[in-house]
Nanobody, 118 residues
Framework: QVQLRESGPGLVKPSQTLSLTCSLT??????????WTWIRQPPGKGLEWMGFRTSTDNTFYSPALKSRTVISRNTSKNQFTLRLDSVTTEDTDVYYC??????????WGRGTRVTVCS
């Protein structure tokens, strides 16, 4: 079964770096034309697209988060990761990883809740 699963710390302190991992099973992350994507949802609000890395290792980030965000890919582990620097309480969200084939949503993780709190 092809699926994505997020993992990472549930609690991060302000000013620290948040690192989340998305593990892909059932297909290789090197598959062409995919966009390995991170999306988040603040409590009680809508979804916010954060960015993606393509199968050819091009990256695209939300302008609002670009200065603090890095999405990387590890083909040997079949994973992609999110790094978000200098977090604040405004980064308290549920974080989702997703896979788009071009513009078509193919996979969506269950999400992982992250709380920024001292």
């Amino acid at each position: 079964q092809v699926q994505l699963r997020e993992s990472g710390p549930g609690l991060v302190k302000p000013s620290q770096t948040l690192s989340l991992t998305c593990s892909l099973t059932g297909m290789p992350i090197s598959r062409e034309h995919y966009r390995w994507t991170w999306i988040r949802q603040p409590p009680g609000k809508g979804l916010e697209w954060m960015g993606f890395r393509t199968s050819t290792d091009n990256t695209f980030y939300s302008p609002a988060l670009k200065s603090r965000t890095v999405i990387s890919r590890n083909t040997s582990k079949n994973q992609f990761t999110l790094r978000l620097d200098s977090v604040t309480t405004e980064d308290t969200d549920v974080y989702y990883c997703a896979a788009f084939y071009g513009c078509d949503l193919k996979l969506w993780g269950r999400g992982t809740r992250v709380t920024v709190c001292s």
